[in-house]
């Protein structure tokens, strides 16, 4: 059964510092979105991608964030300049049939610590 | 706006008992509810979804959740609890546009052998 993956599993980062975080969808997905979930807090839903746009954001999916699908392959999520309530796993997702209740499907997440 | 409760933080069960795991939600139209599992390191596995019809939804490794509107209720149960359950399980509704979900703050299973 085909997965959504997700890398780097864990990253490590100096403050101020850009990242990316990489999401390869399941290939006949159409939707990706990205949540958080800062340790021992809930998921958050940070953004959602749909035709190369944002269809929605949330409060937290500020200035410093930005996600494009660069290849038609894989979803980026990129921080440009990392504080350290960055640090959280994140968790990319997809879903396919384009209806408006879709099933969202999760990766394992990347861990980021933000030092 | 939406808005997904879990009452119970954690909740010890031993191997063998019955589960019921408890989830309120918040929302204003008919709700798209749905339950994850996360078990350490790993990501968030689908276990089931409601959508609507029978509002007694079958989902993998033998859970089941039952949707009561009345109650704004949608609980997750298994008849009996083995030790691979123990994981952390979301609640989650989609918004009426269906581009995002609201957890609730989870319960974590532990299971005593």
């Known amino acids: 059964e085909p997965e959504v993956t997700q890398t780097p599993s864990h990253q490590v980062t100096q403050m101020g510092q850009e990242v990316i975080l990489r999401c390869v969808p399941i290939?006949?997905?159409?939707?990706f979105y990205w949540y958080r979930q800062i340790l021992g807090q809930k998921v958050e839903f940070l953004v959602s991608f749909y035709n190369n746009e944002i269809s929605e954001k949330s409060e937290i999916f500020d200035d410093q964030f930005s996600v494009e699908r660069p290849d038609g392959s894989n979803f980026t999520l990129k921080i440009r300049s990392t504080k350290l309530e960055d640090s959280a796993m994140y968790f990319c997702?997809?879903?396919?049939?384009?209806?408006?209740?879709?099933?969202?499907?999760f990766g394992p997440g990347t861990r980021l610590l933000v030092l | 706006a939406q808005s997904v409760t879990q009452p119970d933080i954690h909740i010890t069960v031993s191997e063998g008992a019955s589960l019921e795991l408890r989830c309120n939600y918040s929302?204003?139209?008919?709700?798209?509810l749905f339950w994850y599992v996360q078990s350490p390191g790993q990501g968030l596995q689908l276990l089931l979804k409601y959508f609507s019809g029978d509002t007694l939804v079958q989902g993998i490794k033998g859970f089941e959740a039952e949707f009561k509107r009345s109650q704004s209720s949608f609980n997750l149960r298994k008849p009996s609890v083995h030790w691979s359950d123990a994981a952390e399980y979301f609640c989650a509704v989609l918004n009426n546009a269906g581009n995002m979900l609201t957890f609730g703050g989870g319960t974590r299973l532990m299971v005593k052998p």
């Open positions: 290939s006949n997905h159409l939707y």
């Open positions: 997702a997809g879903g396919n049939t384009g209806a408006t209740r879709e099933t969202q499907y």
């Open positions: 929302y204003g139209a008919t709700p798209y």
